[in-house]
């Protein structure tokens, strides 16, 4: 809410939960005018745009509303459980007219857009290397929400939920995949998730780069993440979030590009509640929100739309399918995105 309420003209009129108390509970809370059970209801009560906020598993199911109503949407991350579902919500969307974004707020970190656009302006070259290390802490307390940690609601653990946001981060620098290895195990959540608490994968790129994946939330405390690139001469950059939810730049080697902030991680430094990591990311949020909004007051794309967000979710999904059965998963590029073929090695 804070970060829809920080957008100029946005306002916020409607909410829909399946718990009709719930939504008037919201509704008091917040000050927004009307409650509603029924999705389709609300939907057609003439909104200009929705975003969906639910648990991993109703995300399609309110996109394809969105879109039977011709309503712009805005989705959270992961845009679905699996590529199948995001295939069929972009395709409903575009059917519709519709603008279709979905929330990655870390692409709007200065220290993100700073790797990005010396990318785009060859300061520093392709990316030939890199990797994503995703160290987080999630205990019982925060699976006792009945969604998480189950493999039909949330669709996946720490690669679905948390280290989403530097799988982007890193496909955004590197560009498409060609090839991925991955292993998945749950090594300290075991009895209390049915998901993975742990993950590792080696992914090749259509460019020839290499990049790495370590990502848990079985540490104690978290100790962040990090993404980093490097290209053919070296030149190195990298944005670090610790504590949760703060982006910085931690290494540059870039040419005309210095270290905007130095990060000390403090042994045994406690882990941030999880409504401040979400408090530290609201101003992003918010930019993300009003970047949306200009898409539809201007008739562009949004800065990150469903055919972005899906490129992270296919990387997850090959992750896991290689896990289970062993083998390298191969992209195949040579058609558009949403036709795309995988084949196992």
């Given at each position: 809410?804070?970060?829809?309420?920080?957008?100029?003209?946005?306002q916020?009129?409607?909410?829909v939960?399946?718990?009709?108390?719930?939504?008037?509970?919201f509704?008091?809370a917040?000050?927004?005018?009307q409650?509603?059970?029924?999705?389709?209801?609300?939907?057609?009560?003439g909104?200009?745009?929705v975003?969906?906020?639910?648990p991993?598993?109703?995300?399609e199911?309110?996109?394809?509303a969105?879109?039977r109503h011709?309503t712009h949407?805005?989705?959270?991350?992961?845009v679905?459980?699996?590529?199948?579902q995001?295939q069929?919500?972009i395709?409903a969307t575009?059917?519709?007219?519709v603008?279709?974004?979905?929330?990655?707020q870390r692409?709007f970190?200065?220290?993100a857009?700073r790797?990005?656009?010396a990318?785009?302006?060859?300061?520093?070259g392709?990316?030939?290397?890199?990797?994503?290390?995703?160290?987080?802490?999630?205990?019982?307390d925060y699976?006792?929400?009945?969604w998480?940690?189950?493999?039909?609601t949330?669709?996946?653990?720490?690669?679905?939920?948390?280290?989403?946001h530097?799988?982007?981060?890193?496909?955004?620098?590197m560009?498409?995949v060609?090839?991925?290895?991955?292993?998945?195990?749950?090594l300290?959540?075991?009895?209390?998730?049915?998901?993975?608490?742990?993950a590792?994968?080696?992914?090749?790129f259509?460019?020839?780069?290499?990049?790495t994946?370590q990502a848990g939330t079985t540490?104690r405390?978290g100790?962040?993440?990090q993404?980093?690139v490097?290209d053919a001469q070296?030149r190195?950059?990298s944005?670090?979030?610790?504590?949760?939810?703060?982006?910085f730049?931690?290494?540059?080697?870039?040419?005309?590009?210095e270290v905007?902030?130095?990060g000390?991680v403090r042994?045994g430094?406690p882990d941030?509640?999880?409504?401040e990591i979400h408090d530290q990311l609201?101003?992003?949020?918010?930019?993300q929100i009003?970047?949306f909004v200009?898409a539809?007051r201007?008739d562009?794309e949004p800065?990150?739309?469903?055919l972005d967000?899906?490129?992270?979710?296919?990387?997850i999904?090959a992750?896991?399918a290689?896990?289970?059965?062993?083998?390298?998963?191969?992209f195949?590029?040579a058609v558009?995105?949403?036709?795309?073929?995988?084949?196992?090695l």
């Amino acid at each position: 809410m804070a970060a829809l309420r920080g957008v100029a003209g946005v306002q916020v009129v409607a909410v829909v939960d399946v718990d009709i108390g719930r939504a008037h509970s919201f509704t008091a809370a917040h000050g927004i005018p009307q409650a509603y059970q029924d999705v389709d209801e609300m939907l057609g009560s003439g909104l200009d745009a929705v975003t969906v906020c639910t648990p991993h598993s109703a995300h399609e199911a309110g996109v394809l509303a969105a879109a039977r109503h011709r309503t712009h949407v805005l989705c959270e991350k992961p845009v679905a459980l699996t590529v199948a579902q995001a295939q069929r919500m972009i395709a409903a969307t575009a059917a519709a007219g519709v603008r279709f974004g979905v929330l990655f707020q870390r692409r709007f970190w200065p220290a993100a857009i700073r790797i990005r656009r010396a990318i785009e302006d060859g300061r520093l070259g392709t990316p030939i290397c890199g990797g994503v290390v995703a160290r987080f802490n999630r205990d019982a307390d925060y699976y006792a929400e009945p969604w998480r940690g189950r493999a039909a609601t949330e669709g996946g653990g720490v690669l679905m939920t948390q280290a989403i946001h530097h799988v982007d981060l890193l496909q955004w620098f590197m560009g498409p995949v060609r090839r991925v290895t991955g292993r998945c195990a749950t090594l300290v959540h075991k009895g209390l998730i049915e998901v993975e608490d742990t993950a590792a994968a080696v992914v090749e790129f259509a460019s020839g780069g290499i990049a790495t994946i370590q990502a848990g939330t079985t540490f104690r405390p978290g100790l962040g993440a990090q993404v980093w690139v490097s290209d053919a001469q070296g030149r190195t950059a990298s944005v670090m979030e610790f504590p949760e939810g703060v982006g910085f730049t931690d290494i540059s080697t870039v040419p005309g590009q210095e270290v905007s902030q130095t990060g000390r991680v403090r042994a045994g430094a406690p882990d941030l509640p999880l409504a401040e990591i979400h408090d530290q990311l609201v101003p992003y949020h918010a930019q993300q929100i009003e970047d949306f909004v200009g898409a539809i007051r201007h008739d562009r794309e949004p800065e990150v739309t469903g055919l972005d967000a899906v490129k992270s979710l296919e990387i997850i999904e090959a992750i896991y399918a290689s896990s289970g059965t062993g083998a390298a998963v191969e992209f195949t590029h040579a058609v558009p995105p949403r036709e795309r073929v995988r084949r196992r090695l």
